[in-house]
């Protein structure tokens, strides 16, 4: 295997391992039994366990923002693309079992008001896909003139709120429910817009 391959084999089978374990609990020695590794030899990747989770962790984040993305980029659209990225962005978790498992062990990761956020490198290129569909549905006229830079903020503050609530504090059915009303609070707005 090229090196490449075996970093996503090693994430792969650490993500499963943290999930089930939590990270206290998971020995390095765990993971490199799973893919049929010695301890040494997983060192050759990572400098140690802290170093394997962090890893782990944002690539994990990293495929959950490529899905997303990869849906938001198959619209064209300004407001389709807004509507599919609210709605990938929060199921995305429901068919990920294992980065759910270690979301729900370790909240930190995704935390509602970091004063130092863990993954803001990754969690900054979200909002800036928000930013960009703002500015395009901006652009095209269909949105509103607003402050993309703090809408965008706004905006991913409502989602990670979704997500503690559905996945990590486990409140699903009624997140369900009030997720699809907030999309169309803020899509469609609240005043109804006057003639004169």
Not at 20 to 27: D, I, L, P, S
Not at 73 to 87: G, H, L, N, Q, Y
Request: hydrophobic share 40%; aromatic share 14%.
């Amino acid at each position: 295997m090229r090196k490449k391959e075996n970093i996503e084999t090693i994430y792969t089978a650490a993500l499963k391992t943290f999930a089930r374990f939590g990270y206290q609990k998971t020995t390095v020695e765990d993971i490199a039994k799973t893919i049929n590794m010695t301890k040494g030899n997983l060192y050759l990747y990572v400098k140690n366990k802290k170093d394997l989770y962090r890893g782990t962790v944002a690539w994990a984040l990293q495929n959950w923002q490529f899905r997303v993305a990869a849906a938001v980029d198959r619209e064209t659209d300004a407001r389709r693309r807004f509507e599919v990225m609210c709605f990938k962005a929060v199921e995305y978790l429901s068919s990920d079992k294992y980065f759910r498992q270690v979301l729900i062990h370790d909240p930190d990761i995704f935390p509602m008001f970091p004063q130092k956020d863990p993954f803001e490198e990754i969690n900054r290129n979200s909002v800036m896909m928000i930013k960009n569909i703002l500015e395009q549905g901006i652009k095209e006229k269909v949105f509103r003139k607003v402050d993309v830079g703090r809408v965008s903020e706004i905006i991913f503050l409502i989602y990670k709120m979704f997500i503690i609530r559905t996945y990590i504090k486990n409140e699903t059915d009624f997140m369900q429910q009030v997720f699809a009303e907030t999309v169309e609070l803020v899509t469609h707005g609240l005043f109804i817009e006057s003639s004169t």
